[in-house]
Structures are given as C-alpha cells and as structure tokens.
C-alpha cells in the first residue's frame, strides 16, 4: 500500500515529533533531578502496595514501579527537598 503525504501532513508531523521529544527531555530532565530523594508521602500502585513509603529513597526500581503503576506527577509533587 502506498500512501500519499503532502507537505501539510509532513510539517504536522514534524511538529508533533518535536513536540513529543521535547516533552521527553523535560520529564527525563525531572526524573533524574528527584533521584535520590526521600518522598514525603505513600506512594502505592494501582493494587494499593505500596511503592514508596514515607522517607524512602527515591531509585531507579522504584522509579519504574511508578511510571507502571502510572503515578509520576503524584511521585514529582512528593518529593521532599530542604
């Protein structure tokens, strides 16, 4: 199958690609600034076990059990810096 893209079509895509990447770099960027750290909240999976627990470290197998479980955003705002 042969599929026909004009330059209108190419240019969206483009920009989505860069758009995408863009948002890739910001939140890899986060991820390794909270590396490290102790959260101050529970973090738990969709299951309800927990990922994290108050005062933990933040590492690269926890790190991945929340991208999983879908909890990043909750995980950033969790973070506990002096």
Same mark, same amino acid.
């Given at each position: 199958m042969?599929?026909?893209v004009n330059d209108v079509n190419r240019d969206k895509i483009n /920009? =989505? +690609?860069k758009l995408n990447n863009n948002n890739y770099y910001w /939140? %890899? $960027?986060k991820i390794r600034s909270i590396l490290g750290y102790p *959260? $101050?909240?529970v973090i738990c999976d969709r299951q @309800? =076990?927990?990922i !994290? +627990? *108050?005062g933990d470290i933040i @590492?690269? /197998?926890a790190l991945e059990r929340v991208k999983q479980a879908d $909890? !990043? %955003?909750y995980l950033f705002s969790s973070v506990y810096r002096k």
């Open positions: 042969l599929i026909m /920009q =989505n +690609n /939140q %890899d $960027k *959260v $101050k909240r @309800g =076990n927990i !994290l +627990n *108050v @590492g690269f /197998q $909890k !990043l %955003d």
